[in-house]
């Protein structure tokens, strides 16, 4: 069975309640605006019978979701790299994150998915699901989008985040809670403009970050046995990951290159 014309094939479609039965339609059928939207509103992941431009089109897609969330799997790696998109058809089904490769190592996007559905945490990235071995859970996940939002909400973080560690031989936090959250302090600090306001702000930041760190370390003594230098090679070891260096290169490669680019001029 073979349709050829517009017509015949949305009769079709309409008595059949079936957007599968597209297959039946010319290429040049399936390549019809009017006929893939009354496709993927009946069967949305029909979508995957339309032409490359049908499933590159923001319309056909969102009505595909809507229908059915696991149509994402066949839209366009464009439409993939939408956030927005991605985040309400997750909000529909976590479980399909499987089919967004691009943000499965996206917190926001695999805490909407796990709000949605807990065991959308199986189609997260390795690195996310190592994380959450050390503590990087639900609530964890939108406390660190908080801090990222606002960086002085690192000095809001619990003490037992500190105190409980998470740390690997060297000091370090293994990609715990406590490692994301200055991650995301120094990732946004980055990417604000070099003013003199925001630098007077970073500096800010990375004081309390410090002062942060510091009285949870002493916290974390008074309830804790093991030796001193235990306590301070660790808060040593975190003080030293808050990269003032880093910023500070960043800002003098910044005003550099705004120096040598006045010149040629």
């Known amino acids: ?19 599968f039965n597209i297959m039946y339609g010319t290429k040049r059928l399936k390549d019809d605006f009017d006929l893939g939207l009354e496709v993927v509103k009946r069967t949305g992941c029909a979508i995957s019978l339309l032409s490359e431009r049908l499933r590159d089109n923001e319309i056909i897609a969102e009505t595909a979701i809507q229908q059915n969330p696991n149509a994402i799997e066949y839209i366009s790696d464009r439409l993939k790299n939408d956030k927005k998109l991605v985040l309400q058809t997750l909000e529909k089904d976590g479980t399909t994150l499987r089919y967004v490769e691009n943000l499965q190592d996206d917190i926001e996007a695999v805490y909407v998915a796990m709000s949605q559905n807990i065991y959308a945490y199986k189609f997260a990235s390795k690195r996310l699901q190592n994380a959450m071995d050390h503590g990087l859970w639900k609530d964890e996940m939108k406390m660190i989008m908080e801090i990222h939002e606002n960086p ?8 037992h985040y500190f105190i409980d560690g998470n740390f690997n031989t060297g000091g370090n936090p293994s990609e715990s809670v406590l490692d994301y ?20 702000y970073k500096t800010k930041i990375y004081k309390m970050m410090e002062k942060t760190i510091n009285d949870n370390f002493e916290e974390w003594k008074k309830q804790g046995d093991w030796k001193d230098c235990v306590y301070d090679d660790v808060k040593n070891c975190l003080n030293k990951r808050i990269d003032k260096s880093g910023i500070k290169s960043s800002l003098n490669m910044s005003e550099a290159g705004l120096d040598n680019s006045e010149n040629d001029m």
Do not use: W
Not at 1 to 19: A, D, E, Q, V
Not at 152 to 159: R, T
């Open 152 to 159: 002085e909400k690192f000095a809001d973080i619990p003490p």
């Open 181 to 200: 959250a200055m991650q995301t302090v120094q990732h946004k600090l980055l990417q604000m403009p070099n003013t003199e306001e925001n630098k007077k």
């Open 1 to 19: 069975m073979k349709f050829y014309t517009k017509r015949g094939m949305m009769n079709y479609i309409k008595k059949s309640n079936n957007g």
